[in-house]
């Protein structure tokens, strides 16, 4: 119960950050719609989805055993007609929530790596908390850069779709529960997922 508790809390921290992240890039672009609303925040009641931040976090940590919980936040609120870059500011916004999660992946997984070769003093229990910090926010970057609408890499995919092609993005959110079921639960898209991020998970951390 005490490591299910310690996942679930840092699937929130994570998450959390990641919505954040994509607030603070919409708002740097010129729209403040986050920050009217009140979730440049990172106080984690204003951001708590229901759904999304317990109950498929909950489902997803027992049905992978542990290895793999995953979810998702309330969605930052943003305005796209009010970004400075027309062309890219989408992007950009989309592409902040997967950076910050980069970010924490690498940041932690130094710390994991100075403690494994004794530059850093860490003890196993450190390190126990170290690892999993990694690995849950490698996977939230891996599969939210997926270009499956709505996840953020769709954003970025339909951002550099030339304008000829713009009815690829109409059929993509039309029928986004099939292209995401196909993308998750199809076993040889998701054991690629899941050998991109213990791949990741190696170089960074050598473990």
Known sequence: MQEFIFFIAILVFSVVIHEVSHGFMANILGDHTAKRAGRLTLNPIVHIDPVGSILVPILTYFASGGALPFGWAKPVPYNPYNLNDKKWGEAKVAFAGPASNIFL?????????LGTNGTLPLNSHVMS???????????????????????????IFFSILPYHLRYVQDFMMRYMFIFLAVFLLFPPIGD????????????????
Do not use: M
């Open 129 to 155: 908390i170290l690892i999993p910090i990694v690995l849950v926010n490698l996977s939230l970057a891996v599969v939210n850069l997926l270009p499956v609408y709505p996840l953020d890499g769709s954003r």
């Open 105 to 113: 992946a690498i940041f932690f997984s130094i710390i994991l790596r």
């Open 192 to 207: 690629f997922i899941s050998f991109v991020i213990s791949t990741l998970f190696h170089l960074l951390t050598n473990l």
